[in-house]
Nanobody, 119 residues
Protein backbone atom coordinates (compact mmCIF):
# COMPACT_ATOMS: atom_id res chain seq x y z
CA UNK A 1 0.00 0.00 0.00
CA UNK A 2 1.13 3.52 -0.72
CA UNK A 3 2.54 5.15 2.36
CA UNK A 4 4.32 8.41 3.08
CA UNK A 5 5.74 9.24 6.49
CA UNK A 6 7.23 12.60 7.41
CA UNK A 7 9.82 12.98 10.13
CA UNK A 8 12.31 15.51 11.44
CA UNK A 9 9.98 18.10 12.89
CA UNK A 10 11.27 19.78 16.01
CA UNK A 11 11.36 22.94 18.08
CA UNK A 12 13.94 25.38 16.72
CA UNK A 13 14.84 29.01 17.31
CA UNK A 14 14.33 31.67 14.66
CA UNK A 15 17.22 31.56 12.23
CA UNK A 16 17.75 27.87 12.82
CA UNK A 17 17.57 24.98 10.39
CA UNK A 18 15.78 21.66 10.10
CA UNK A 19 15.72 18.89 7.56
CA UNK A 20 12.44 17.09 7.15
CA UNK A 21 12.24 13.65 5.58
CA UNK A 22 9.45 12.07 3.58
CA UNK A 23 9.94 8.31 3.47
CA UNK A 24 7.96 6.44 0.85
CA UNK A 25 6.93 2.81 0.81
CA UNK A 26 4.77 0.73 -1.48
CA UNK A 27 6.02 2.55 -4.56
CA UNK A 28 9.14 3.97 -6.12
CA UNK A 29 9.28 7.58 -5.08
CA UNK A 30 11.18 8.78 -8.12
CA UNK A 31 8.25 7.84 -10.35
CA UNK A 32 6.16 10.60 -8.82
CA UNK A 33 6.11 14.26 -8.04
CA UNK A 34 6.43 14.98 -4.34
CA UNK A 35 5.02 18.15 -2.88
CA UNK A 36 5.59 19.70 0.50
CA UNK A 37 2.79 21.57 2.21
CA UNK A 38 2.24 23.10 5.59
CA UNK A 39 -0.68 24.13 7.71
CA UNK A 40 -0.63 26.33 10.76
CA UNK A 41 -3.48 26.48 13.27
CA UNK A 42 -6.37 28.49 11.89
CA UNK A 43 -4.72 28.79 8.50
CA UNK A 44 -5.35 27.14 5.17
CA UNK A 45 -2.91 24.62 3.84
CA UNK A 46 -0.04 26.32 2.03
CA UNK A 47 2.13 24.94 -0.70
CA UNK A 48 5.80 24.96 0.26
CA UNK A 49 7.40 23.37 -2.75
CA UNK A 50 7.33 20.48 -5.16
CA UNK A 51 9.83 18.15 -6.77
CA UNK A 52 8.98 16.99 -10.27
CA UNK A 53 9.42 13.32 -11.13
CA UNK A 54 10.17 13.92 -14.80
CA UNK A 55 13.35 15.97 -14.61
CA UNK A 56 13.91 16.72 -10.95
CA UNK A 57 12.86 20.33 -11.28
CA UNK A 58 11.85 21.92 -8.01
CA UNK A 59 9.38 24.68 -7.32
CA UNK A 60 8.96 26.77 -4.21
CA UNK A 61 6.39 29.02 -2.71
CA UNK A 62 7.27 32.69 -2.55
CA UNK A 63 7.47 32.69 1.22
CA UNK A 64 10.24 30.07 1.31
CA UNK A 65 12.27 30.77 -1.83
CA UNK A 66 15.93 31.07 -1.06
CA UNK A 67 15.52 29.37 2.32
CA UNK A 68 14.06 25.92 1.63
CA UNK A 69 15.42 23.21 -0.65
CA UNK A 70 13.87 19.93 -1.77
CA UNK A 71 16.10 16.99 -2.63
CA UNK A 72 15.75 13.27 -3.29
CA UNK A 73 17.68 10.22 -2.15
CA UNK A 74 16.63 7.46 -4.52
CA UNK A 75 18.49 4.74 -2.61
CA UNK A 76 16.50 5.52 0.51
CA UNK A 77 13.27 6.24 -1.37
CA UNK A 78 13.13 9.48 0.56
CA UNK A 79 12.57 13.14 -0.25
CA UNK A 80 13.96 15.86 1.98
CA UNK A 81 12.98 19.39 2.76
CA UNK A 82 15.93 21.39 4.01
CA UNK A 83 14.71 24.46 5.85
CA UNK A 84 17.14 27.25 6.67
CA UNK A 85 16.74 30.67 8.23
CA UNK A 86 13.53 29.60 9.87
CA UNK A 87 11.04 32.25 10.90
CA UNK A 88 8.21 32.07 13.43
CA UNK A 89 5.74 32.14 10.56
CA UNK A 90 7.23 28.88 9.30
CA UNK A 91 5.77 27.05 12.29
CA UNK A 92 3.23 24.53 11.07
CA UNK A 93 2.55 20.89 10.50
CA UNK A 94 4.44 19.90 7.38
CA UNK A 95 3.13 17.29 4.98
CA UNK A 96 4.49 15.54 1.95
CA UNK A 97 2.21 14.28 -0.80
CA UNK A 98 2.46 12.21 -3.96
CA UNK A 99 1.10 13.05 -7.37
CA UNK A 100 1.66 12.46 -11.05
CA UNK A 101 2.99 15.99 -11.49
CA UNK A 102 3.52 19.14 -9.51
CA UNK A 103 0.66 20.87 -11.31
CA UNK A 104 -1.81 18.06 -10.73
CA UNK A 105 -3.56 16.69 -7.69
CA UNK A 106 -1.30 15.21 -5.04
CA UNK A 107 -3.48 12.33 -4.00
CA UNK A 108 -1.58 10.57 -1.24
CA UNK A 109 -0.49 12.36 1.90
CA UNK A 110 1.56 11.59 4.94
CA UNK A 111 0.36 12.27 8.48
CA UNK A 112 2.58 15.32 8.91
CA UNK A 113 5.35 16.40 11.25
CA UNK A 114 5.28 19.39 13.57
CA UNK A 115 7.72 22.24 13.16
CA UNK A 116 7.79 24.85 15.89
CA UNK A 117 9.86 28.02 15.58
CA UNK A 118 10.15 29.95 18.80
CA UNK A 119 12.72 31.72 20.92
Amino acid sequence: QVQLVESGGDLVQPGGSLRLSCAASGFSLDDYAIGWFRQAPGKEREGVGCSSSSDGTTYYGDSVKGRFTISRDNAKNTVYLQMNSLKPEDAAVYYCARGSSCVGTLKYWGPGTQVTVSS
